[in-house]
């Protein structure tokens, strides 16, 4: 499926430079919006298949995508704990800790049973279990890790965001204010008003397009969706300029092997 819409950015916005693509998780696969940095022009794309996306935006394209990234086989992860307390509040309960890699053996199962086996397995490695949330985007992860596991390249490219960071150090920024959770929730008129007004103008207008396209592409993704892609897009372009933050920082978590979050 590809929407393939476009449109243009600004002469006076800032350019990539390379192609930099924001990624979220939808029903119908995955979200992207592109800025391409040859044309300035803004492209908004549903692919089937992370294998896709990545023909799409092939090499040096920076994608900045919404998806756990480097699984554990110990427990949770120390970008997922220092997103939670980047956050606090309500917000920050809305990271959910990423599922041990042992839990991606239950995609094997017949559907009635891979909850429960992921339950368990999760409780004996980890000690505390799975929730619904992130067992739910199980074969979505398993889908990057085995895509970035084969390939050096693409493992170098892909970075790891969490959109509701993002938007907040994108508030913070913009207003002055400390950096913590947006209190309004994105599924209320009120909280995506605001995510949507923090977007850059450019990538606000090409979002409120795909949003707008939703009227016969409802089943293929949400507006939220949208909003992801497209704060991920805003932190590709910061990852590409190279002024981009990690969590944890490194002198929290000097192991440069540990996955983080960039924004």
């Not at 935006?57 to 699984?71: N, S």
């Amino acid at each position: 499926m590809s929407l393939a819409a476009t449109i243009d950015v600004p002469a006076k916005a800032s350019s990539p430079l390379r192609d930099c693509v924001g990624v979220d998780a939808c029903r119908a696969g995955w979200f992207a919006a592109r800025h391409d940095a040859s044309t300035g022009r803004l492209r908004h794309t549903v692919f089937a298949t992370f294998a896709d996306l990545l023909a799409w935006a092939p090499a040096p394209a920076v994608i900045a995508i919404d998806i756990p990234i480097g699984l554990s086989d110990a427990g949770h992860r120390a970008c997922d704990s220092a997103a939670k307390a980047l956050l606090g509040g309500r917000r920050g309960l809305s990271v959910f800790h990423t599922p041990v890699r042992q839990t991606l053996a239950s995609l094997d199962l017949p559907a009635v049973d891979a909850y429960r086996h992921a339950l368990a397995t999760h409780r004996a490695v980890a000690g505390v279990g799975i929730s619904k949330q992130a067992f739910y985007l199980l074969k979505k992860i398993a889908e990057v890790d085995a895509a970035l596991a084969t390939s050096a390249a693409d493992a170098s490219r892909v970075f790891e965001v969490h959109p509701e960071v993002a938007f907040a150090a994108r508030r913070a920024a913009l207003h002055d204010q400390p950096l913590i959770g947006i209190a309004e929730s994105k599924h209320t008129q009120a909280g995506h008003d605001m995510r949507l007004g923090l977007l850059p103008e450019a990538y606000r207008a090409s979002a409120e397009q795909a949003i707008a396209e939703r009227a016969g592409q409802a089943s293929a993704y949400g507006r939220d969706d949208v909003l992801d892609a497209f704060i991920c897009l805003w932190s590709a372009l910061r990852i590409d300029s190279g002024v981009h933050v990690r969590l944890p920082a490194e002198e929290d978590a000097p192991d440069a092997r540990l996955p983080r979050i960039h924004y």
